[in-house]
């Protein structure tokens, strides 16, 4: 009998752990061709496509951390929030107690972005540059960001109000758009137009780009440019164009007095590529 038993016991976790693995398969597959619908739903050519798998799937080690972090949390009873609360309470008693080199390079990092140059931000998602850029704008200066991603999903997540916006698509407007960057360079008539939140520049035209963003420099002296997902203007154009306007802008923003924060994932372009970028910048965080 008891053998019997012992038998149906193993039989039975092993239908359960089998339909777990069905369960997480299925719903593994759904996510990932929900993100391709929604990329492809943005305009992203095969190429893109391409590398934002790859650099996706480099990153699902730290998503299974995070989920397994996440769940023996659940299975421990401890709620998740205080665990949040606990963290940043030690963390506050720790530099409260010792101020100590942490704090400092911190304080070093706001000063550097208080002055001019081109600054150049490794992350695998673009979300240190934009919480920069909001830290910088809540002291009063003026931002530009230069997107792939959604401006209004950038807008709601970082809650960038008041800072102009130019979306990289090459899809057209039905209607002119007025933005404070298009404000800023005089275009548009504010009596006839109704306002937008952000402007549009096609990936491939370049020198409208730089036309708007030296616009914004000179009409915010002090200001700050922010521009994300440089692998999608190389995939766009190529390595040395987007390097040659990278260069421009740079030199444009030292003459303007504006900081210059460039967004990139290293694993979305090759060693020697990314060398020369650090190579234009004046410090990568």
């Given at each position: 009998m008891q053998s019997i038993f012992h ?279």
């Open positions: 038998h149906f016991s193993i039989a039975s976790v092993a239908a359960m752990n089998e339909e777990d693995y069905l369960k997480g398969y299925e719903a593994g597959l759904k996510e990932a061709w929900k993100e391709v619908v929604r990329l492809i739903s943005r305009g992203a050519r095969s190429r893109e496509l391409q590398m934002i798998v790859k650099s996706k799937i480099a990153t699902i080690y730290q998503t299974l951390d995070a989920k397994r972090h996440r769940l023996k949390e659940m299975r421990e009873g401890e709620d998740i929030q205080t665990t949040i609360r606990k963290a940043e309470r030690q963390q506050y008693e720790q530099h409260k107690q010792k101020p100590g080199k942490q704090e400092q390079q911190e304080k070093q990092m706001d000063t550097d972005l208080l002055s001019k140059g081109a600054f150049l931000i490794k992350e695998e998602e673009p979300k240190l540059a934009f919480e920069l850029l909001a830290k910088m704008v809540k002291q009063g200066r003026k931002g530009l960001c230069i997107l792939r991603t959604y401006p209004e999903e950038i807008m709601d997540r970082f809650e960038l109000k008041g800072v102009s916006m130019i979306w990289l698509t090459k899809t057209e407007t039905i209607t002119p758009i007025m933005t404070p960057a298009s404000l800023a360079l005089g275009i548009g008539d504010t009596d006839t137009l109704p306002p937008l939140e952000y402007d549009r520049t096609s990936p491939t035209n370049l020198q409208d780009l730089s036309g708007k963003i030296i616009g914004f420099m000179k009409s915010n002296n002090g200001g700050i440019v922010l521009l994300e997902r440089v692998d999608f203007l190389i995939s766009q154009n190529d390595f040395d164009r987007v390097l040659r306007f990278l260069q421009f802008i740079r030199d444009k923003s030292l003459d303007n007095n504006t900081a210059f924060l460039i967004s990139i994932n290293p694993k979305t372009i090759n060693e020697i590529e990314y060398n020369l970028l650090k190579s234009e910048v004046k410090r990568v965080l």
